[in-house]
């Protein structure tokens, strides 16, 4: 009975796998079933929202639930690692404080107010709009009184969209996609 037990301590069964070559065997039953929590979860490929080294990460979702997000190891960049603020993608999506509407300020108002994020877009939409309208001048065709400036995380892609869309599109010519690291 004591000599059974015995055998069972992980470290005489880790000595005497050891001694045998398995070394299986010093895994217990209930580490050897284990599984990590993304196991069977459906993965997309996705970017680093945050800086413009662009590092690649695996999204890990099951029943249209957030799981996790992991440095991708097939990305050439970044081979499956995150720095401390690409890592904590996660959070930045599921924490609870996490800021989900938009603070406005009416012209001439004292107080901020919520709105949600579809408002506060199509008015950005018809501002832009209305500022184009009123200045575009037909000789040049283009306005000068509309101006973008883009973000370090915006890939080659997004910015030949961006100058399609704001210069053939909207006629805006002062646009700068800060493409300088
Ligand atoms: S993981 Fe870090 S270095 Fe990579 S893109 Fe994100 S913020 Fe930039």
Redesign the pocket.
């Known amino acids: 009975m004591l000599a059974e037990l015995l055998l069972k301590w992980p470290l005489i069964r880790q000595i005497r796998d050891r001694a045998d070559g398995t070394g299986a065997e010093a895994m217990s039953e209930a580490t050897r079933n284990l599984r990590p929590k993304h196991d069977g979860a459906e993965v997309a490929r996705s970017?680093?929202?945050?800086?413009?080294?662009?590092?690649a990460q695996l999204v890990f979702h099951r029943n249209g639930r957030l799981i996790g997000i992991e440095g991708d190891p097939e990305s050439p960049i970044?081979r499956g690692h995150?720095?401390?603020?690409?890592?904590d993608s996660f959070e930045l999506v599921t924490n609870p404080t996490r800021i989900t509407k938009v603070k406005y300020r009416a012209p001439f108002g004292h107080e901020w107010i919520d709105i949600d994020l579809d408002t506060a877009m199509d008015m950005v939409a018809d501002r832009l709009w209305q500022s184009r309208e009123r200045t575009f001048d037909q000789k040049f065709m283009h306005t000068t009184a509309v101006a973008h400036l883009g973000g370090a995380t915006l890939d080659n892609e997004e910015n030949y969209l961006i100058r399609k869309l704001f210069t053939a599109g909207l006629g805006m010519v002062c646009i700068s996609n800060q493409a300088r690291i």
């Open positions: 970017i680093c929202p945050y800086c413009g080294v662009g590092c970044s995150l720095c401390p603020k690409g890592a």
